[in-house]
């Protein structure tokens, strides 16, 4: 397929991030090879796997934080890694990013943490970006917060903040690695629907890394599984079609490792395994 062709597809068919042939590596050390998938634009995307497969590390290739070993990564067509890097910052500045720890700077607020990425990528004057730092902050529940530390509010708030900073610069892809870890049950799942909330008021591609079930059932429109045995990707549709036609060993996976005939599922479409639930009600600010 033709670069012309590439982008043509990816403007029609809506494709906001294509993986072609795309090796993850770290000097020789292969963690996963020949990738190939594409994301939807407006969907939430999980990258699921068991633990050292490779998760983090193709969602840093994805978000142009490490060099892939072979193949290619195309934003809307075009190949980001073989373009210019002042080509690559202006794609990045499309992107937002919320680590798993949340990475708040603990010496600034809340407010002068958000405001970071206007203060790199923008040339708005203080009071403007302390606007749009309110009002981000306010879109993920924090009203009123502008002027905590990270010190004084809880896990779930920090999460909230550092999502309201990958949100900034009113991204068209977000990342999020981990969102749900170090939360506890309920927290994680208010972050679940917060995550689909803001998906269907922005517009925005959701990119997830996670092996919490929970919130794969709750949140996903597709997946890929990354095999840490054979180092690639052996499966790649929505989580509940995984589950009844996907490979055994992902559907093992998506069962915390029992197999069918353990299970006794609680939804009524009877497609998921003990415990996970396809939806859940939306609690109170975490």
């Known amino acids: 397929m033709s670069a012309a062709e590439r982008q043509t597809e990816a403007r029609e068919g809506g494709v906001a991030i294509r993986a072609e042939g795309l090796t993850v590596s770290?000097?020789?050390k292969i963690i996963q090879r020949d990738l190939n998938f594409s994301v939807r634009r407006g969907?939430?995307?999980?990258?699921?796997?068991?633990?050292?497969?490779?998760?983090?590390?193709l969602m840093r290739v994805l978000m142009g934080l490490l060099p892939p070993g072979a193949g290619?990564?195309?934003?809307?067509?075009e190949d980001f890694w073989a373009a210019a890097s002042a080509r690559r910052a202006e794609i990045m500045r499309r992107v937002g990013v919320l680590f798993q720890s949340g990475a708040l700077w603990s010496s600034r607020t809340l407010a002068e943490n958000v405001t970071l990425p206007l203060e790199y990528y923008t040339a708005l004057p203080p009071?403007?970006?302390?606007?749009?730092?309110?009002l981000k902050l306010a879109q993920v529940g924090l009203a009123g917060f502008e002027d905590y530390y990270?010190?004084?509010i809880s896990g779930g708030m920090k999460k909230?903040?550092?999502l309201a900073r990958a949100l900034a610069l009113d991204p068209e892809i977000v990342f999020f690695d981990e969102p749900s870890a170090g939360l506890d049950p309920l927290s994680a799942a208010q972050l679940d629907e917060l995550i689909l909330?803001?998906?269907d008021s922005m517009g925005m591609t959701v990119i997830m890394v996670t092996h919490e079930l929970p919130s794969i059932f709750a949140v996903a429109d597709d997946a890929v599984f990354l095999d840490a045995k054979l180092r690639t990707l052996t499966a790649q549709g929505s989580p509940r079609e995984l589950l009844r036609r996907g490979p055994?060993?992902?559907a093992r996976f998506l069962r915390r490792g029992k197999g069918a005939e353990d299970e006794t599922t609680e939804d009524a479409g009877g497609d998921a395994p003990d415990g996970v639930r396809a939806k859940r009600a939306p609690g109170a600010a975490i």
């Open 26 to 28: 770290y000097g020789p």
């Open 43 to 57: 969907d939430v995307f999980v990258i699921m796997g068991g633990s050292g497969c490779g998760k983090s590390s």
């Open 72 to 77: 290619r990564v195309l934003y809307g067509g």
């Open 127 to 134: 009071r403007a970006r302390r606007s749009i730092a309110s």
């Open 150 to 152: 990270p010190s004084e």
């Open 160 to 162: 909230r903040a550092g």
């Open 197 to 199: 909330e803001l998906r």
């Open 248 to 250: 055994a060993e992902v």
